[in-house]
């Protein structure tokens, strides 16, 4: 073998390595957990709000329909259900209180529909022209994420701004979901054409593709705040690994005792939300500081 190619043999060898280091580093976290109220289930812990509140979803044991929910840093819940809805989901929170979100109408076929919350005002968001509208984060100062179905088999993100909509859609991708957004404008989500599922992030029409290295299933990226870092999970079969990127670093988010532990949001404080996963089926809440 030719000293050309040994070294860059070597240099392939480093570069794994390196790569699996960087996969397998785990972060320090001090956690504070939490449990569904008596009655539910924790369904999906989802993103978190400058003052610590948690949102997400829960699951009814009786009726089986989810609601959503808004735990405050104190530990209270407070349920919520979208007007007209079989299903309601709680995915993000601004800083001033106002929720990004999506219900499952009632009403045959059960289309989905995206809809803000601050108080009690609630407002419809709908891509035009969409039969169902996912709404996922907003951030400072008004500006929304999500996605809608572009056709029966593409589904496509966007950006809202004062009711004019941006699409944001990976190059040839049959499905791209824009998950959070800081308030720099800094948009991440995920992308797919297969049963891999790639992170991006994505700023003024560039998008940039941040996977974890080695998933066998691919990247979710689900938050990221004003300093840019993320959080997201990486998929493994009917697993997904929570992570914390920063400075082109990967750190895993791990529960001690836990089965795994999936990662849903983190606010401009570096406080992350997410679940924790026990053998059995439990789970529980969370928030955590992680270095």
């Not at 009814?60 to 809805?85: C, D, H, M, W």
């Not at 001033?96 to 919350?117: E, K």
């Not at 169902?132 to 500006?143: I, Y």
């Amino acid at each position: 073998m030719s000293l050309r190619r040994v070294a860059a043999a070597i240099v392939i060898t480093l570069l794994l390595q390196s790569a699996v280091m960087h996969a397998a580093t785990t972060a320090s976290c001090t956690f504070d957990t939490f449990s569904a109220p008596s009655g539910y289930a924790l369904s999906q812990v989802s993103g978190v709000s400058d003052d610590g509140t948690v949102v997400g979803q829960l699951l009814n044991k009786s009726t089986l329909q989810s609601v959503a929910f808004k735990r405050s840093a104190s530990g209270v819940i407070t349920k919520y259900a979208a007007p007209q809805s079989s299903n309601t989901w709680l995915n993000g929170r601004n800083g001033v209180g106002v929720n990004a979100g999506y219900y499952q109408a009632s009403a045959y076929p059960g289309h989905l529909h995206g809809f803000l919350l601050q108080g009690s005002t609630f407002t419809a968001v709908n891509h035009p022209n969409a039969a169902n509208t996912w709404l996922f984060g907003v951030n400072l100062l008004g500006a929304s994420v999500g996605s809608y179905s572009a056709s029966a088999s593409v589904v496509k993100g966007f950006r809202l701004v004062n009711g004019t909509y941006t699409t944001i859609a990976y190059p040839n991708a049959l499905t791209t979901y824009a998950a959070a957004i800081n308030d720099s404008g800094e948009i991440v989500g995920s992308y797919a054409s297969s049963i891999v599922s790639n992170g991006f992030a994505w700023n003024n029409g560039t998008f940039t593709t941040i996977n974890y290295p080695y998933s066998k299933y691919g990247t979710a990226l689900l938050g990221v705040n004003n300093s840019g870092v993320i959080v997201g999970n990486h998929l493994s079969a009917d697993q997904a690994h929570g992570f914390i990127y920063e400075n082109g670093m990967f750190k895993n988010i791990v529960y001690s005792g836990a089965n795994f532990t999936m990662a849903g949001g983190i606010n401009n404080n570096g406080l992350i939300s997410g679940q924790i996963y026990f053998t059995g089926g439990s789970s529980l809440g969370y928030t955590a500081v992680c270095k």
